[in-house]
């Protein structure tokens, strides 16, 4: 089992060795030290560190390759490269064989501690989410422990009170958000857990057949009926029964929807039987089921029967905290069912999704990262390996970091995608106007300029020579 705070440096400079291990037993970390390749191979055996900062160019076995056996011991373990050279092409075979990231001699310490934090939070992440995995077999909580807002922190609350009652639970949300989790989430966590849980999506189905599907039919009931069938309140028996997009059940459905929900009984299609059953009812919408009374669209006795219990939940956009949380646990998930190694996105990756309006919430984040992860071929999300389905990106930076012809820009841009420009190209230009304008207002200050971009020095050199901006 690894040791989550163990760091082993690797280096054939004792003066590096010694300087890297003071500079991050300082920061609180465990470490270890060895002066080979060999020697690294063999500690990580016995040790199991959490992460492993390795020089290059060693003597008895090199960085590269001892980088592709400590892969085959524990290929969970993070690897950052050290290298006193600059060639791309060492840096790109080190990410091709699977190293987390490299550092170029001679570095700068703020880096080194910036990145070994990050490569152990990716590590505590993909433990996290192996946890979470075991977890889902048995209870299905996944998302109940996914967020760092507020907002949906106070939702889980409201979940944990509401889920050991028998009450009618009406979960509201825009379309992607999560509503059917929500549903789970209720459900495996109440005291109806050993039961079933019935689904239905009360907008896929034309009236007669969701009728139906609701209630069961008898034989004979209609062309086609050659048997007696089940619906899905009588499936639903001690468990519950999620009535998605209830919004969209016609007003005739709705009086029959309503005696089920009083009564908890009912008769099947084309039968005389009256069936009693015991279940729960959750139902979501995206729509707004008030608005649709006063307009004469939905029941009113039938919605104050539905929002016994309103739940809301919050858009993506409105939970901006959790974005990067869920993009690392979607890209790690989508790593494992394709069989990819992606390491993290990179910083410039980050602020486009942070600053995403998401019109499609959580299900369109999901899609994005799956999508990225497939037609990724190395080890790092770019921005442009993000697809977004508009560009509707939310204010980032306040007005006065901005200058009057930057907002200019941003106009004239938009003005450009019926012209053929790509979302990459803007993107590209957006960015590099952006840097350049950090960079004069510090007076080419990079480092200064990296902090305050929030992406690391490395990153902001990168972008510099990739760009060409005049400093």
Not at 111 to 132: D, N, P, T
Request: hydrophobic share 40%; charged share 30%.
């Amino acid at each position: 089992m690894k040791n989550q705070q163990l760091i082993l440096v690797v280096d054939d400079e004792i003066s590096v060795r010694t300087a890297l291990k003071a500079l991050l037993k300082r920061e609180g970390y465990e470490v270890e030290t060895a002066s080979n390749g060999e020697e690294a191979v063999s500690l990580v055996k016995t040790l199991q560190p959490a992460l492993v900062i390795m020089d290059i160019r060693m003597p008895k076995k090199d960085g590269i390759e001892a980088l592709q056996e400590i892969r085959e011991i524990n290929k969970d373990i993070n690897v950052i490269m050290i290298t006193a050279y600059a060639a791309v092409e060492t840096a790109i075979k080190a990410m091709m064989v699977g190293a987390y990231d490299y550092i170029i001699k001679p570095f700068n310490n703020d880096e080194v501690k910036i990145l070994a934090k990050r490569a152990l939070q990716v590590q505590s992440l993909k433990e996290e989410v192996k946890v979470l995995h075991r977890e889902l077999s048995y209870n299905h909580r996944l998302d109940k422990l996914l967020t760092n807002s507020a907002k949906m922190m106070q939702l889980y609350k409201l979940i944990g009170k509401v889920a050991q009652t028998n009450a009618t639970v009406l979960v509201t949300g825009e379309s992607g958000t999560g509503k059917e989790l929500v549903a789970n989430t209720i459900h495996y966590n109440s005291n109806r857990r050993m039961g079933p849980f019935i689904k239905i999506n009360c907008g896929a189905l034309p009236e007669g057949l969701l009728e139906s599907e609701l209630f069961g039919h008898e034989k004979g009931a209609f062309t086609g009926a050659i048997h007696r069938k089940l619906g899905r309140f009588e499936l639903a028996k001690q468990g519950t029964i999620f009535l998605d997009e209830i919004g969209e059940v016609s007003q005739g459905l709705q009086v029959k929807l309503l005696r089920v929900l009083q009564e908890h009984e009912f008769e099947r299609v084309g039968g005389t039987e009256t069936i009693k059953a015991d279940f729960r009812v959750i139902a979501a919408t995206n729509r707004d089921l008030k608005s649709m009374v006063a307009q004469g669209e939905f029941r009113e006795d039938l919605y104050y029967r539905l929002n016994v219990v309103p739940l809301n939940v919050p858009p993506l956009r409105e939970r901006k905290e959790d974005i990067i949380l869920l993009s690392n646990y979607f890209l790690q998930k989508f790593s494992n069912e394709n069989d990819k190694e992606i390491a993290g996105f990179d910083e410039s990756t980050k602020m486009l999704l942070e600053n995403y309006s998401w019109p499609g919430n959580v299900r369109e984040l999901s899609n994005i990262i799956e999508r990225a992860v497939i037609m990724n071929p190395g080890t790092i999300i770019f921005p442009e390996d993000i697809s977004l389905s508009e560009l509707k990106i939310t204010q980032g930076p306040s007005s006065d970091t901005i200058s009057s012809n930057f907002k200019k820009s941003i106009e004239e841009y938009l003005l450009q995608m019926d012209k053929g420009i790509t979302l990459k190209d803007l993107i590209k230009q957006i960015e590099k106007h952006v840097i350049g304008l950090k960079l004069q207002k510090n007076e080419g200050n990079r480092m200064k300029t990296a902090k305050e971009l929030g992406i690391s020095r490395r990153a902001l050199l990168y972008k510099i020579q990739e760009y060409g901006i005049d400093e």
